[in-house]
């Protein structure tokens, strides 16, 4: 799990109205929009239920410690989903307590390893990597037209790679997997097919022969330049949630609106949504 930095995330508030808009021209749906996709609810019901809700983000101190601005971009997030989001005065467990004694109807939480929301009436718990493998694959799904009958391209077999070929095989896609720790794709292949020799989940042996027969990819790995320039088409599709982001410069302007990334912010949105179905 790649650990953010303030320099990732810093301008992430001021953006989110931009960044709408480029999601809005790549998938034809908002960042809630995708979100509630990938939770399989109505925006219209959500509206609602994310107003009532109040949440509060409690910076941890644990491990490596506090990133400067990571609470306050969650709640800035949250906020602009519709939740009444802030970040608890303390962190840790004086910000746990707080949040209680104020009558949160969620918190959100991150230490190094876990980035979790809990809400704190009806106990669900989601998880950054799972919420994010979903926002992606239902990203994918809308830039796609629907992904069904479709071959994907799923690079990176960690929890994020794993959530997201777990949707994207119930959206009723075809996915080739890929890590460069084959047993990890051996693995994931194992748990989303067991046993079967299910033609709808394959490994890729070579990357580059993978990346030349697919369309549709979803990169999920911590590499920076997983996917070379003379391997990207303007017909493809990416939903990148890998951090540092896997194409050049080159890369994004060839792919256009055919690219989903961001370090935070559709993950945040699932776990708004699935807090509040
Ligand atoms: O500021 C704080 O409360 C820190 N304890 C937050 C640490 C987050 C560490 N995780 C990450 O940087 C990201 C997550 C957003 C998802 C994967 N890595």
């Not at 707080?98 to 809990?118: L, N, S, V, W």
């Not at 694959?137 to 070929?165: E, F, H, Q, Y």
């Not at 949707?167 to 997997?177: A, H, K, N, P």
């Amino acid at each position: 799990m790649t650990r953010l930095t303030q320099e990732d995330i810093c301008h992430i508030p001021s953006r989110l109205e931009a960044y709408n808009q480029s999601l809005l021209a790549g998938t034809g749906r908002s960042l809630l929009g995708i979100a509630c996709h990938a939770c399989d609810v109505q925006p219209q019901s959500m509206e609602q239920r994310l107003a009532a809700a109040s949440m509060v983000v409690v910076p941890v101190t644990a491990g490596l410690g506090i990133i400067t601005d990571f609470s306050q971009t969650v709640a800035a997030i949250l906020n602009f989903v519709g939740v009444a989001a802030r970040v608890s005065d303390k962190p840790d467990a004086a910000g746990l307590a707080q949040a209680y004694e104020t009558g949160a109807d969620a918190i959100m939480m991150a230490d190094d390893h876990t980035f979790a929301g809990i809400n704190l009436n009806t106990r669900v718990v989601v998880d950054n990597a799972a919420a994010t493998g979903r926002a992606y694959a239902a990203a994918l799904d809308l830039m796609a037209g629907g992904i069904s009958g479709k071959d994907i391209l799923v690079m990176g077999c960690g929890p994020v790679g794993d959530n997201a070929a777990q949707r994207l095989l119930f959206m009723g896609g075809r996915i080739t997997l890929f890590d460069c720790r084959i047993p990890a794709a051996q693995a994931l292949k194992e748990r989303l097919a067991p046993g079967l020799d299910d033609s709808r989940v394959r490994l890729a042996t070579d990357l580059d022969t993978a990346l030349s027969r697919h369309l549709l990819v979803l990169e999920a790995t911590p590499s920076g330049n997983s996917i070379p320039d003379n391997r990207i088409s303007g017909r493809m599709k990416v939903a990148a949630p890998g951090v540092p982001l896997g194409l050049s410069d080159t890369g994004c302007q060839t792919l256009k609106h055919g690219l989903v990334h961001d370090k935070l912010e559709l993950g945040v949105a699932v776990m708004a949504v699935s807090l509040c179905l």
